[in-house]
């Protein structure tokens, strides 16, 4: 098992904690031995305290979480603190943007606020490390990636894992100016709740990669399209700044004229 | 939506026309591209598309023929199609043809060019795999993928990766 190391502020250094079910890796860029090792610490710190907060107030495999209650029916919605309906109302939000291609109501009805969280989490985690002083870092969080800056010698560069075989890359894209934000979703991954419009129907992605300049919006927009299919992929492109790598149950990839540039030489 | 892919198709994406080529979808759009079509969306018989003969009397015909499996003779040069009207604009493509293969594709014309249209400039065309592919080769930071378990990530390239970095 892989833990995190005390904290050796060189530049490269992976960070890695478990927490809301997955594994995040921190890793900084050029400029972190400028800032002390104090303040990595410190800021470290505050990372880890964002993704557990997040976990323990809306985990759902958490019974005593405050999301937990309310699923139980211990707890109204209108009762519950100003965080969660915050959060909840940015759902609603973002299930009203997606025509209900994401929603945080399960099917049978739940609360499920996990689509929004962990972007959420990250959001905040990078807010903590720029607030700490860092410029260059890359946060990844099961899979979704938020950047700042660049690695040491060059743009941030992230690779897309193939969905038919998660231990290749399928492509790699270089971080811009605009878009720091990399999320991918999958219709076939085990763990994934994925809820597809038709109730019955299969999802006509197996993989979803969207680029943002925001994770929450390059998250929930991987989800929403994995559910919706090309009608939301279509909507996504042409309404919101992000591009898209969508890839079909027939191995057919669809690419957006942004993506396909953004793609490593 | 039928209706719709076949107006990005003849919208005159290069990319579109080009790999549709490729993957051996040629003739079919070819004729979604430049068909000397003028009717109105509303005339369009449902489900079944455009009939490539079925030119009304009044269309102006197209300045030259494209038709991939041509004759020798006519299998190079530049073409030109007809000014096609769609909900989204004017737009009028050129071909050019060489050795009987497709080498371009251009939007002459597309007037009316509000958001829609820019909206479909933005949209998902199809890609090869190896064109994809080629890229994988550069070095990466971080991998992302659909969300891994604690355990799945023991299994995962960032866990590669990150290994490499803890080494370092």
């Known amino acids: 098992m892989v833990s995190l190391r005390g904290v050796a502020a060189s530049q490269g250094h992976a960070h890695v904690f478990e927490t809301m079910g997955t594994t995040v890796s921190v890793r900084f860029g050029a400029e972190i031995d400028a800032v002390g090792i104090g303040s990595v610490r410190v800021a470290l710190e505050r990372v880890k305290r964002v993704f557990r907060e997040a976990d323990s107030r809306y985990s759902l495999y958490r019974p005593g979480s405050e999301l937990s209650q309310i699923a139980a029916g211990t707890l109204r919605l209108s009762d519950a603190s100003e965080e969660l309906r915050v959060m909840y109302e940015l759902a609603i939000g973002w299930r009203n943007a997606t025509n209900g291609a994401f929603t945080p109501h399960r099917g049978d009805g739940i609360i499920d606020l996990s689509g929004l969280v962990k972007g959420w989490a990250i959001a905040h985690a990078g807010e903590a490390l720029t607030a700490g002083g860092l410029t260059s870092w890359f946060i990844n969080a099961g899979g979704d990636v938020l950047t700042r800056g660049r690695a040491p010698t060059r743009p941030w560069t992230v690779g897309i894992t193939d969905p038919e075989d998660r231990t290749q890359l399928m492509a790699s894209v270089v971080m811009t100016q605009n878009h720091h934000a990399v999320a991918t979703s999958g219709s076939a991954e085990r763990g994934e709740h994925i809820w597809t419009q038709s109730p019955r129907a299969a999802s006509e992605y197996l993989q979803v990669s969207v680029l943002a300049p925001d994770i929450v919006t390059a998250d929930v927009l991987a989800t929403a399209i994995v559910a919706g299919g090309q009608n939301m992929l279509d909507l996504a492109a042409s309404t919101r700044d992000v591009e898209a790598l969508a890839v079909d149950h027939h191995g057919i990839l669809r690419v957006t004229p942004g993506f396909r540039s953004a793609l490593a030489a | ?168």
């Open chain 2, 1 to 168: 939506m039928r209706a719709r892919s076949a107006i990005i198709a003849s919208l005159a994406s290069g990319a579109i026309l080009l790999i549709g080529w490729q993957a051996g979808n040629q003739p079919t759009t070819l004729t979604g591209a430049v068909a000397p079509s003028t009717a109105p969306p509303a005339t369009a018989p449902d489900g079944t598309g455009p009939a490539p003969s079925a030119t009304p009397s009044s269309a102006p015909a197209p300045s030259a023929p494209v038709t991939p499996a041509a004759p020798s003779g006519v299998a190079a040069g530049t073409f030109t199609g007809s000014q096609i009207q769609t909900p989204y604009g004017t737009v009028q493509v050129k071909a050019e043809i060489a050795g009987g293969r497709i080498t371009d594709v251009i939007a002459l014309q597309m007037t009316d060019q509000g958001s829609t249209s820019m909206e479909i400039d933005q949209q998902a065309v199809p890609m090869l795999r190896s064109e994809v592919l080629s890229s994988q080769s550069a070095h990466v930071d971080m991998v992302s993928g659909a969300t891994y378990t604690t355990e799945g990530y023991l299994t995962s390239l960032q866990a590669a990766l990150d290994a490499a970095h803890f080494t370092r």
